[in-house]
Each structure stands twice: as structure tokens, then as C-alpha cells.
């Protein structure tokens, strides 16, 4: 750790925050670079604070939010303060996407105010795309979002100036292309279902089936190979026991907070996967 506490500022699907004085007993103590593929919120690369790491996230726009924290605080806290609490003013900011021109012509840090903006009033703070990819959440009629958490993005920024830290939004297999020896790689993909009503997948267009978690799978036994460190957390489903069966498999308890119905929230069973003993 480099420096002092740092929180997340979006609230994201699989966040790891209540999740965290579980993590830390199976986190290696000294590892050279840290890798995580599937960022999100973040709450374990902002909890470590490593010095180097990769970081990456398919969501174009959450990429873009976190280069914007790092480059440009200033200008993005300056711009949330312009934002209103509004549905008719969320839904046209919502629908910026759908015109590629209008969406084209913004600057990046416009872009990462739209994204946090609607992260903090949308319904649950639930991100979801539809299968072109526009964000479709509805308005979450909040009466007072914290659309400018000012402390947590100066506190980020500067964490992100002290480390050097690469990010990437591509294919979890090419973020981990570097990978090797003496490095750790922490793995928090789209879950596998543990039914087939919970099966949600529309916070990324193209989805993160079984023939994804195979792959996955299948780049754990190249990092293991190269002598890299990987946790990975997944559902307590047979399909992922099975398929990990061959590392290390701790069952944890964690509280699913985001669902688009209250009764899908609650305490899950989920699995810690490792190629190491600490």
C-alpha cells in the first residue's frame, strides 16, 4: 500500500467492498506487478494501493472515468456541479449514446461526469446495456445522490499520480498478455449463474456465458504456468467447482446488494479460488 485510504466512487455490480475482510487473508503479501482484468468499482485495487498494476475493464466509459480522476479532477468535479437531480435531465443525458455523432463530440471529461452523474441517480445503481449496448437503466428518483463525492475523487486522483498504472479496456485475455512470474493477478468476472432466472448478463453487450468461464479457466492454467499468482472469485455453482477442482477452493458468504428485485438481494455463496498458499 502507497498511500491512505481510497474508496470506490461507482457503485457496480459485484463490488467487492463488504466483501473485502474476507479477501484479505487470502492476498499475497509480496507480489511484483498487479493485475485485474475485470475492474468494475475497484474496491480491492483501491484497498491494496499497489505501486505498479494493470488494470482494465471492458466499459469503455468506466476506463475513460478513471483516466479523467487521475488527469483532470478539477475539471470533472467542476462539471458534476453542473448536474440536476432530475429525470427529464437524466433521460437526455441517457440518451447521448444513442447519437454517435453527439456522444463523439464530447470531451473525455464530459463523458466521465455523464457516467458518474448517472451511476449515482440511476435506479440501484444498477449499469446495464442493451444489446446494442446504450445504458437503459431508469431514473432512481433519488432525493439527494451524492453526484459530487469530492473527497473520494481528490483521494483517487492522487493515488492514481502516485502509481503507475496502465490502464487498458479490451479482452481480459489480452489485459493479462504481461503477466509472469512474481505477479498478481486478481480475477472478479460476471458471475455464473446459480439459476437460470438470476442469469444476467446485459452489463455488457455481448454477455459472459460458460464458454467464456472455460476460457477464462484456460488462461488461469497459463498464468499458473508462467508463475503468476491469481484469486479468483466466482458463484459456488457445481459448473465453477468443477471446473477449478484442481486449486484451491475456499467458500465464502458475501450479500448480493444489486437486483432489480429486493427479493434477489441477500447472502450468496460464493468461491475464492487460488494457485498459492500465502
Known amino acids: ?20 475482510f474476507k479477501l484479505e487473508k487470502y492476498l499475497p503479501q509480496h507480489y511484483c506487478t498487479y ?3 475485470f475492474l468494475g468499482g475497484g474496491a480491492v485495487l483501491f484497498h491494496l494501493q499497489p ?12 476506463i475513460n472515468l478513471y483516466q479523467v480522476i487521475r488527469d483532470s479532477v478539477d475539471e470533472l468535479i ?11 435531465y437524466f433521460y437526455q443525458l441517457r ?13 473525455p471529461t464530459k463523458r466521465a461526469s455523464r457516467t458518474l452523474y448517472l451511476n449515482k441517480t440511476c435506479y440501484n445503481g444498477l449499469y446495464r446495456v442493451n444489446s446494442k449496448g446504450f445504458f437503459n437503466t431508469p431514473f432512481g428518483k433519488y432525493q439527494n445522490p451524492n453526484i459530487v463525492p469530492e473527497p473520494r475523487l481528490r483521494a483517487m486522483s492522487e493515488y492514481f499520480q502516485r502509481a503507475e498504472l496502465t490502464f487498458l479496456s ?16 486478481y480475477l472478479d468476472p460476471p458471475y455464473d449463474p446459480v439459476s437460470t432466472t438470476s442469469n444476467f448478463t446485459s452489463y ?5 456465458g460458460r464458454p467464456q468461464q472455460q476460457r477464462l479457466k484456460e488462461v488461469c492454467d497459463l498464468l499458473a504456468r508462467r508463475g503468476a ?12 467447482l468443477d471446473l477449478y477442482a484442481d486449486y484451491r477452493i475456499e467458500t465464502v458468504e458475501a450479500m448480493r446488494n444489486i437486483n432489480s428485485k429486493g427479493e434477489g438481494r441477500g447472502p450468496v455463496a460464493e468461491v475464492l479460488v487460488r494457485n498459492y498458499s500465502n
Do not use: Y
Open 1 to 20: 500500500m502507497i498511500g491512505g485510504k481510497v474508496a470506490p466512487v461507482v457503485k457496480w455490480a459485484g463490488g467487492k467492498g463488504q466483501l473485502l
Open 35 to 37: 493485475f485485474e482484468p
Open 51 to 62: 505501486q505498479r498494476g494493470v488494470v482494465n475493464d471492458l466499459n469503455h466509459e468506466l
Open 78 to 88: 467542476e462539471d458534476l456541479k453542473k448536474h440536476k437531480n432530475q429525470a427529464d
Open 95 to 107: 440518451e447521448l449514446d444513442r447519437d454517435p455523432r453527439a456522444f463523439s463530440a464530447l470531451t
Open 170 to 185: 479490451c479482452d481480459f485475455q489480452q489485459a493479462l498478455a504481461t503477466a509472469g512470474e512474481g505477479d498478481f493477478v
Open 204 to 208: 455488457g453487450k455481448d454477455g459472459f
Open 229 to 240: 499468482k491469481f484469486l479468483l472469485s466466482n458463484s459456488a455453482t457445481d459448473f465453477i
